[in-house]
Antibody, heavy 118, light 107 residues
Framework: QMQLVESGGGVVQPGGSLRLSCAAS????????MHWVRQAPGKGLEWVAL????????YYGDSVKGRFTISRDNSENTLYLQMNSLRPEDTAVYYC???????????WGQGTLVTVSS | DIQLTQSPSFLSASVGDSVTITCRAS??????LAWCQQKPGKAPNLLIY???TLQSGVPSRFSGSGSGTEFTLTIRSLQPEDSATYYC?????????FGQGTKLEIK
């Protein structure tokens, strides 16, 4: 069955970097665009980034543009989120999600927690 | 950026009731709207996409409507398991923004 497993979360100091991974299985990863979405503690969902199925285009939310980079390795069925210049307000659970055609986030992983704190 | 405003922010209803949640977009987004449900401590779950298309496996008591700037999610014959927070999201133009959420309590 379809599975998305995020990893790489943890505690990092402000200004630091972290790379999240999302391992996909149970579907043809290279056929689908993928999202990152985050949720700060007790808050709503915030869209972070999208990458097209072949990695040819990337899109970002305003709050992460220029600091975060989404990428993918279709040979390894893995999605990444490189996060630089981290701020306390980046503290959140980060989810990866597979699109349904039209970019609709259809299937979500269980999330990985990133805490930015000194 | 396109802003999505959901109303109400909180809703309390009884088992068997029907409820409607509204999502208004700051500019037209055609039918490029999704609704998802999130229960505490869990990942979101897609309910409706393209404004009114029911995702596979989602009970038919959930329905969506609207286009342009105004959309609704209706849940008929509420069940206890419908207690959750509901979000709309526009997929028309990046950044693909979410509404602020509507928390539904089942009395």
């Amino acid at each position: 069955q379809m599975q998305l497993v995020e990893s790489g979360g943890g505690v990092v100091q402000p200004g630091g970097s972290l790379r999240l991974s999302c391992a996909a299985s149970g579907f043809t990863f290279s056929n689908y665009a993928m999202h990152w979405v985050r949720q700060a503690p007790g808050k709503g969902l915030e869209w972070v980034a999208l990458i097209l199925y072949d990695g040819s285009s990337e899109y970002y939310g305003d709050s992460v543009k220029g600091r975060f980079t989404i990428s993918r390795d279709n040979s390894e069925n893995t999605l990444y989120l490189q996060m630089n210049s981290l701020r306390p307000e980046d503290t959140a659970v980060y989810y990866c999600a597979k699109e349904r055609r039209g970019y609709y986030p259809e299937y979500w992983g269980q999330g990985t927690l990133v805490t930015v704190s000194s | 950026d396109i802003q999505l405003t959901q109303s109400p922010s909180f809703l309390s209803a009884s088992v068997g009731d029907s409820v409607t949640i509204t999502c208004r977009a700051s500019q037209g987004i055609s039918s490029s709207l999704a609704w998802c449900q999130q229960k505490p401590g869990k990942a979101p779950n897609l309910l409706i996409y393209a404004a009114y298309t029911l995702q596979s496996g989602v009970p038919s008591r959930f329905s969506g409507s609207g286009s342009g700037t105004e959309f609704t999610l209706t849940i008929r014959s509420l069940q206890p398991e419908d207690s959750a927070t509901y979000y709309c999201q526009q997929l028309n133009t990046s950044p693909y923004t979410f509404g602020q959420g509507t928390k539904l309590e089942i009395k």
